[in-house]
């Protein structure tokens, strides 16, 4: 590292919808997606080939999970995306026409500022990208400015699949379709949930009232590395161990009691202080093969952006149309 260099750090990020296509359009249907792919990914575009075009060599990891990949190249979700943007230029066109009778000069710049912003967004989408966002991103990676990662097939929670048959499956599903979007196998996973489940036996949680034995499951790793896949993504809490935190627990009730039997009847490990997620850390598979690298994710930045209790989703200047 040289005497000018303050440090370094791996930026990843992660795309991941439920599938929505041909499930409504309101709240948690098409617009869901549209809302994404306009206030998201073509930004996240437009600011990568602005950096590119500027003589700029952006490095960065971003997953784009099988699901997500499927609806954006989907035709339907392209001609709807098209006539989502229409819709909201036409609203705020009503807008301007609204605020111009009254007078409302703040309102009627508001307005304006969302006519341009969904224009634009539609002659991005159409003309620069061809409609093709899966096809704008692949561009990136080909060109060295992304290193696009895969997810769960289906977004399954990998530490309570009960089979190994069923990882396998989430796994060679989403390196398939990865190859089929993007052209090339994925280098790395962003594991769902960032859970990680290592090889140990085990008993489903309904079995264990039932006084069924407990059977052998083999480690995630085991089952990437098959997969030829090199490094997975974590929470810290994986890594470091320690009192898990429950979310939401003031707001349902049922969550509140299930919680309680939780921590009656578990005995949280010691959180391992020496382990530090700013370090990768290898994973040798049971079976042999080769090893998997694991990175944890930021404590800090990650609840800046995913929390929103403490990060910016909470604040009452963040769009979220889900509040």
Request: charged share 25%.
């Amino acid at each position: 590292m040289s005497q000018n260099t303050l440090g370094r750090f791996t930026f990843v990020l992660h795309a991941h919808l439920p599938y929505v296509v041909n499930h409504g359009r309101w709240p948690h249907g098409m617009d869901w997606l549209n809302e994404a792919a306009a206030e998201t990914y073509i930004r996240l575009l437009d600011a990568l080939n602005g950096l590119v075009e500027e003589g700029l060599e952006p490095r960065l990891s971003i997953d784009i999970s099988p699901v997500l990949a499927e609806q954006l190249a989907d035709p339907f979700f392209k001609s709807e995306f098209a006539a989502y943007l229409d819709q909201k230029v036409e609203a705020a066109e009503d807008d301007i026409r609204y605020f111009t009778k009254v007078r409302d000069e703040g309102l009627l710049e508001t307005a304006r500022f969302w006519r341009e912003f969904y224009s634009r967004t539609k002659e991005r989408f159409q003309e620069t990208y061809g409609s093709d966002l899966v096809g704008a991103f692949r561009r990136l990676q080909e060109r060295g400015v992304l290193d696009i990662m895969t997810c769960g097939a289906t977004h399954g929670y990998f530490p309570l699949l009960s089979q190994d048959v069923s990882i396998r499956a989430q796994v060679e599903t989403a390196v398939r379709t990865h190859k089929r979007h993007f052209h090339a196998p994925p280098r790395g996973i962003w594991v769902p949930e960032c859970a990680y489940r290592p090889a140990y036996n085990w008993i489903p949680p309904v079995d264990s009232t039932l006084g069924r034995a407990p059977y052998p499951r083999r480690g995630v790793e085991d089952f990437l590395s098959e997969a030829h896949i090199r490094y997975f993504i974590i929470d810290s809490a994986m890594l470091k161990g320690g009192q898990a935190v429950g979310v939401y627990l003031e707001r349902y009730q049922a969550l509140q009691s299930l919680w309680d039997q939780f921590e009656r009847e578990t005995q949280p490990k010691p959180e391992l202080v020496e382990r530090s997620p700013y370090d990768v850390f290898l994973l040798q598979p049971s079976h042999g093969g080769e090893p998997v690298a694991v990175l944890a994710r930021d404590p800090r930045t990650g609840m800046q952006v995913w929390s929103a209790e403490w990060g910016y989703p909470g604040d009452g200047w963040y769009l979220d149309f889900h509040k």
